[in-house]
Structures are given as structure tokens and as C-alpha cells.
């Protein structure tokens, strides 16, 4: 097995690459490998077709290197809606998308989650790079202490 063998093709080629005395033993781990590996190209190909006809605007996220259906997805709207939906807890980014909403207009919940996501984006971002504890309400808090002191 000297031969750099790919992912895909991994449990079609290494049956026939073990040792007689390894293949009873690893031979029915390749043959789960294999499965996996058909059922993850299934799996992904759904996903990119539920991308392509439900959210066809990830299709400009995926224009990136590394971004692919399933991250587009999550980016453009699981977060935001649930993030604005009716079970999601109360957080700055939710009070934020409702504002916008309850602006109204033809487009204001679409306004509303493309602006969460976006400021979804950068807090996640500042998140990454400072090392920073997330404060769901840190907005909130920090205009509550403003108006006691300025009461």
C-alpha cells in the first residue's frame, strides 16, 4: 500500500492491496467505509440540490474556495431564521433583526435576516479573532447601565 490512495476510492482499492492474514479482519471495515462514503455523496448531493432550488443565492457564497452548499445554507438563512424565529432565546442580534422587521414594508423580514446574517458574520468573526466570551444581551445590558446613570 505504498500508493497515495483518494478518499473516494479508498474501499475500492485497498481489498485487493491487504494481507491475507489482515483482509478477514479489515475487510468488513472497508466494506463500512465504502458505505459511509456512498451514503456522505448521497447525502451531499441532496444538500446541494435543496441549496440550488430552496436558496439559490448560495450559489454566490460557493464562489469561494472551501465554501460549499451546506455552509452557504447555514450562512444564508438556518442561523438568521431561528435567530428571528419564535423559539430562539432573546439576544442582541434578535432584538436587532427586530427592529428592522417591525419597520415594515414589502421586504422587512427578508431585510431583517439578511442584516442579522450579516451582523451574525462579524460578531462570529470578532469572536474568532479576540478570543472574546459571547454575551448574548451585552448590547442591552451595557444601554441599560447608560440610562441608570443618566436617570
Known amino acids: ?8 476510492s479508498f474501499h475500492k482499492k485497498v481489498p485487493g492491496q491487504l494481507p491475507s492474514e489482515l483482509a478477514e479482519v479489515l475487510g468488513p ?8 462514503t456512498e ?5 451531499d448531493r441532496r444538500i446541494e440540490e435543496l441549496a440550488a432550488q430552496r436558496c439559490p443565492e448560495t450559489e454566490l457564497l460557493r464562489q469561494v474556495s472551501g465554501v460549499a452548499s451546506l455552509t452557504a445554507l447555514t450562512f444564508v438563512g438556518e442561523q438568521c431564521h431561528y435567530i428571528l424565529g419564535p423559539f430562539a432565546p432573546d439576544s442582541d442580534l434578535r432584538r ?3 427592529k428592522i422587521a417591525q419597520r415594515g414594508g414589502k421586504n422587512a423580514k427578508k431585510r431583517a435576516v439578511v442584516a ?5 458574520s462579524v460578531l462570529l ?3 474568532w479573532v479576540s478570543g472574546e466570551v459571547y454575551e448574548a ?3 442591552a445590558r451595557c444601554l441599560g447601565v447608560q440610562a ?3 436617570a
Open 96 to 98: 436587532h433583526g427586530e
Open 1 to 8: 500500500m505504498s500508493a497515495r490512495i483518494s478518499t473516494p
Open 29 to 36: 471495515i472497508v466494506e463500512t467505509i465504502g458505505s459511509l
Open 116 to 120: 442579522v446574517a450579516r451582523k451574525l
Open 125 to 127: 468573526h470578532r469572536l
Open 137 to 139: 444581551l451585552r448590547n
Open 148 to 150: 441608570e446613570e443618566g
Open 39 to 43: 451514503k456522505i455523496k448521497d447525502y
